[in-house]
């Protein structure tokens, strides 16, 4: 049984860098699988991030292209977010997320998430 | 690619039958999935495909719809039912979700 698990810190300086990984258990990061990050603002609702693939190829929103990258290492079955500049407004829970693909794509696998805060 | 969902919050009784909306801007095909999220809890997939149960869920979850407009209805509700319903496009980038369809007990 496949499991994600987001860690990193829970508390992040305005302007600085928040890096979170998602531990992959169970199978294969390496499998035919897009790995996506998902965040969640208190009380408000899901922003899809971005997504990475074994190949290296990744898709961001547009929204947040310019300050995030998403990579993962397929030797320690892990894929990780790195966002910079952070502000207030990147406070939310983060889930780590798969994509399968059966008759089309879709999100069927979600890690438990973290909070993380950006304050000074 | 918007997606709005309604109601934004739904009082039910145990035993209702519930239909919740998601309308997209503009058409996503079947492309669409619908979640169950619990507070404090990891999105749960419920329908796939638009109308794709997944394995484990109950047969009193159904979807349907296509293009722009789909349905997410619970046949016959269960206390576990109450919780916040959302759906996602996959689509077209950036994947987007709706804002959501608390469902309450009445």
């Known amino acids: 049984q496949v499991r994600l698990q987001e860690s990193g810190p829970g508390l992040v300086k305005p302007s600085g860098t928040l890096s979170l990984t998602c531990d992959v258990s169970?199978?294969?990061?390496?499998?035919?699988?897009?790995w996506s990050w998902v965040r969640q603002p208190p009380g408000k609702g899901l922003e899809w991030m971005g997504e990475?693939?074994?190949?290296?190829?990744?898709n961001y929103n547009p929204s947040l292209r310019s300050r995030l990258t998403i990579s993962m290492d397929q030797s320690k079955n892990f894929f990780s977010l790195n966002l910079n500049s952070v502000t207030a407004a990147d406070t939310a829970v983060y889930f780590c997320?798969?994509?399968?693909?059966?008759?089309?794509?879709?999100?069927?696998?979600w890690g438990q998430g973290t909070l993380v805060s950006v304050s000074s | 690619i918007q997606l709005t969902q309604s109601p934004f919050s739904l009082s039910a009784s145990v035993g209702d039958r519930v239909t919740m909306t998601c309308r997209a801007s503009?058409?996503?095909?079947?492309?669409l999935a619908w979640y169950q999220q619990k507070p404090g809890k990891a999105p749960k997939l419920l329908i796939s495909?638009?109308?794709t149960l997944q394995s484990g869920v109950p047969s009193r979850f159904s979807g349907s719809g296509s293009g722009t407009d789909f349905t997410l209805t619970i046949s016959s509700l269960q206390p576990e039912d109450f919780a916040t319903y959302f759906c996602?496009?996959?689509?077209?980038?950036?994947?987007?979700f709706g804002q959501g369809t608390k469902l309450e007990i009445k």
């Open positions: 990475v693939y074994h190949s290296g190829g990744t």
């Open positions: 997320a798969r994509s399968t693909h059966n008759s089309g794509w879709y999100i069927d696998l």
């Open positions: 169970g199978g294969s990061i390496s499998g035919l699988n897009w």
């Open positions: 495909i638009a109308s």
């Open positions: 996602l496009q996959v689509d077209s980038y950036p994947y987007t």
């Open positions: 503009q058409g996503v095909g079947r492309s």
